[in-house]
């Protein structure tokens, strides 16, 4: 479908919600951005997972990749309290090295691969460069990151931390980093929102989400087309 085809239907589809959500849906794509992914490696814990959908949402970022190489990723309702409905999900399965063939991917749609943990000393989170498109990655909650992401990473990063304990609980720790990477990407990023391409997309999908029996209304858009 073209883009003047996919902003035709959008635009038939928005008479199917009010004004004050159609108003919503303006405001929120209006900031939502691509500069930055998120990448969670096995979490098995679903409740971490689902809060850092939320938190995903909550700062205007896009997309979430889920690698399962043992684990499914499984989404809490009463903790993601539905943000997965606006977020696009990437669910990485059925390979035989899913977190190799994901980063590689990535890396090949030019996202500077960024590991979180706390055994490496390139960066902190407050330091670490946000210039370029990055995917950060998080770890299972027992044992971090895996020897690949070790191994394919371009930097790492860390939260520094004053107490006994290690580290944070990997919601928590995806949080902080989402606040502190894209407070300085709408500062220092010119160019860090969606593309008109990407938005129309994201639109698309979130009307089709929104309304009831939006595959039939799209049906019956497209047989009057035909007519």
């Given amino acids: 479908m073209s883009s003047e085809e996919k902003l035709k239907l959008i635009d038939y589809l928005t008479g199917f919600i009010s004004e004050r959500r159609k108003a919503r849906f303006d405001e929120v794509i209006s900031n939502r951005t691509d500069h930055l992914r998120i990448v969670l490696e096995d979490i098995y814990q679903g409740h971490n997972a689902s809060a850092v959908l939320r938190s995903c949402d909550c700062f205007g970022i896009q997309n979430v990749h889920f690698i399962e190489n043992l684990n499914n990723m499984q989404i809490s309702a009463d903790v993601a309290m539905g943000s997965s409905n606006w977020l696009t999900i990437h669910k990485h399965r059925g390979s035989e090295n899913n977190t190799r063939d994901t980063l590689m991917a990535l890396k090949r749609s030019g996202y500077r691969i960024v590991a979180t943990t706390p055994h490496k000393n390139d960066f902190t989170i407050d330091k670490l460069p946000v210039d370029k498109k990055t995917a950060l990655v998080f770890g299972t909650e027992i044992d971090g990151i895996s020897a690949t992401v070790f191994e394919l990473a371009d930097d790492f990063v860390k939260i520094p931390m004053f107490g006994f304990t290690e580290s944070f609980n990997i919601s928590v720790c995806a949080a902080l980093c989402m606040y502190e990477l894209t407070s300085r990407m709408r500062k220092e990023v010119p160019d860090y929102l969606l593309t008109d391409e ?9 009307l ?12 019956n858009y497209y047989k009057n087309l035909s007519k």
């Fill in 198 to 206: 990407e938005r129309t997309d994201v639109y698309l999908d979130w």
């Fill in 208 to 219: 089709k989400t929104s309304i009831d029996s939006s595959g039939g209304l799209i049906e």
